[in-house]
């Protein structure tokens, strides 16, 4: 998805890792090179522009936190800023939490109602069909009303789409008044206790008066709880002024894009979401009628700048700084600590779970095999057993554990004497690499480990 775009931003954040030294002609260069791949991709110039602004104010005025890079701070703003564009609405700062997708979530006991907008040729009407499957699969009730009567077989090919998945399609092939279906669909499914419905319109050019006026009404009629926007991935710029045109008639809750893979344009549909400040809620992934992606800002710009969800690895960390006992964290930092310090960190890690830190960390996801995160997180549970296994002053002060103590700790902890002493091989290096080497921790280890 979105390859282009994937690869021009790589290669900006790849000059910006290699530099030597970070100061404001980096940035300029970091800047200029992020424009250029989001125009490539057919974002909005002034999106751009503000996106890119924000970049170069934030990078030379802000201080990163505690525990992260110069370098590493300019990716997570550059991430916080993408994620902007395309939903994410948090204040500037890295370290705020979202949710993981924006979830769509209905009142019970009543219907709701959910009003579907788009172009002609957008997707809208598989869309709904496949929001229809998506809803019930999450246990609502759901019937679907096909009041688009300018387009000559939409209600058959919404039937159609409906009946794979025993949703019921309100009609009528002979009613060319689209309010008076709206009004007849609504009163039906009320009657059979529907929990959701949805409102497949005729989706025509943005400029048509009629069409908005038709949208005008059937706003009026139905007053839905959720007005959804399809746009097509492949029109670029052009979904930013659709998207306006459609907010400034009728207040657009939520946006869902289809045909997004392989285009190099989709950056600007991506963008649309600034203009209504609706949030992406899907995005079509398929022609299956289950290809219906929930969307969340974060984690696709993660995938775009080949980080996974960063976000959520600062998110972790900042956690644990804040539980970390002060006395341990200089103790680690210094080089100075005890094998009790270094279970303590092992235990962290074993909250975030090694496996997805390693999955998300940036640089790391696609250089790490399978089966060595297998043989990394095998290490790392038999170090635990092991260090359980000792006493409090060969936890404090390895250096007395000599061959009978060995011994006893392997037989304590089910494993044998070459762990135990690979364990302590791996603490003692892992101080003198800490204590040489600020910030590189996670690759030390890798590197201990026989990855590196």
Not at 291 to 316: C, N, Q, W, Y
Request: glycine fraction near 10%; include cysteine; hydrophobic fraction near 35%.
């Amino acid at each position: 998805m979105l390859d282009n775009l994937r690869s021009s931003l790589g290669a900006a954040l790849k000059k910006l890792v290699g530099a030597s030294d970070v100061n404001e002609e980096l940035i300029d260069s970091l800047c200029k090179d992020v424009q250029r791949a989001l125009l490539q991709s057919d974002v909005n110039v002034r999106l751009v522009l503000n996106i890119t602004q924000n970049l170069k104010k934030r990078s030379l005025e802000e201080s990163p936190p505690k525990g992260l890079s110069r370098k590493d701070h300019i990716v997570s703003i550059l991430y916080d800023e993408l994620s902007r564009l395309m939903g994410y609405t948090g204040d500037n700062n890295a370290q705020n939490k979202e949710p993981e997708k924006q979830v769509i979530s209905f009142s019970p006991g009543k219907l709701n109602i959910v009003l579907m907008f788009g172009i002609q040729g957008s997707g809208k009407t598989t869309v709904t069909a496949k929001l229809a499957r998506w809803l019930t699969k999450h246990g609502y009730r759901v019937g679907v009303i096909g009041a688009d009567t300018w387009r000559p077989g939409a209600l058959t090919q919404l039937k159609m789409n409906c009946v794979k998945i025993n949703v019921e399609v309100y009609g009528d092939e002979n009613n060319k008044d689209a309010p008076s279906i709206l009004k007849n669909g609504i009163n039906h499914f009320k009657d059979a206790g529907s929990d959701v419905v949805i409102i497949d319109t005729a989706g025509r050019h943005k400029d048509e008066a009629e069409l908005l006026e038709e949208m005008k009404s059937m706003y009026n009629i139905s007053k839905p709880d959720l007005i959804l926007l399809v746009i097509d991935g492949t029109i670029g710029q052009q979904a930013y002024s659709q998207a306006k045109s459609f907010h400034d008639t009728v207040p657009v809750g939520g946006i869902i894009i289809t045909k997004l893979d392989g285009t190099a344009k989709g950056g600007g549909a991506l963008a649309a979401s600034a203009v209504t400040g609706a949030k992406i809620f899907f995005i079509g992934n398929g022609e299956r009628i289950d290809d219906l992606e929930e969307f969340s800002p974060t984690r696709f710009v993660g995938r775009l700048l080949g980080m996974g969800d960063i976000k959520a690895i600062l998110d972790l960390a900042k956690d644990l700084e804040l539980q970390a006992d002060e006395n341990q964290s200089k103790r680690v930092l210094s080089g100075k600590m005890t094998i009790e310090d270094f279970y303590s960190q092992m235990e962290s890690v074993g909250k975030m779970g090694f496996r997805n830190i390693i999955d998300n960390m940036p640089g790391l996801s696609g250089l790490v095999k399978e089966d060595q995160l297998d043989v990394i997180q095998g290490k790392l549970e038999k170090w635990r057993y092991i260090i359980q296994s000792m006493t409090k002053q060969e936890k404090k002060s390895p250096e007395v554990i000599n061959d009978s103590r060995r011994k006893r700790i392997a037989r304590g902890s089910g494993v044998a004497e070459h762990d135990v002493k690979d364990l302590i091989k791996n603490f003692n290096n892992s101080k003198s690499m800490i204590k040489q080497s600020k910030g590189r921790q996670m690759q030390g280890m890798l590197r201990r480990l026989g990855i590196g």
